[in-house]
């Protein structure tokens, strides 16, 4: 189990989702969520910000990330997060989930050493156990 994973997604039902077959199959501890792309860099931003302060708190193992999103989409996030501002947290894994599978995103997402999988939504039981077996 994870202690702690991050949701990106613009859809409160995709999150109110993503948290209920998460905590059913016991995959994290702790979910947290953002709206967009920013609001994610922004919580990554607290983090290394308090992290500096010598108060350590956890950071996501795990990231699920939605790639349409009205102010910063997915694509965009990555491109931040793949940046030297953010090389501290190099070893969080994210997980893109789309709606739609495109051949070109695919190819994209292989462009960004962090994304290890590209699933279609909705979130699963079965994609967890999956993604289970895969993380270790």
């Not at 109110?16 to 609001?39: A, D, P, R």
Request: proline share 6%; glycine share 2%; charged share 25%.
């Amino acid at each position: 189990m994870l202690d702690q994973i991050l949701c990106v997604d613009d859809d409160p039902i995709t999150l109110m989702l993503c948290k209920k077959v998460i905590i059913k199959s016991s995959f994290s501890n702790e979910i947290i969520t953002s709206q967009n792309g920013e609001e994610a860099l922004s919580y990554f931003n607290t983090i290394k910000h308090i992290n500096n302060k010598n108060k350590p708190i956890p950071q996501p193992q795990l990231i699920f990330l939605d790639l349409n999103m009205p102010v910063m989409g997915g694509w965009e996030f990555l491109d931040h997060f793949n940046s030297q501002e953010f090389a501290e947290f190099s070893t969080i894994k994210v997980i893109v989930l789309s709606s739609t599978i495109d051949p070109e995103d695919l190819e994209k997402s292989k462009q960004y050493p962090m994304v290890v999988d590209f699933l279609s939504k909705p979130i699963s039981q079965s994609m967890l156990e999956y993604l289970k077996n895969k993380l270790k």
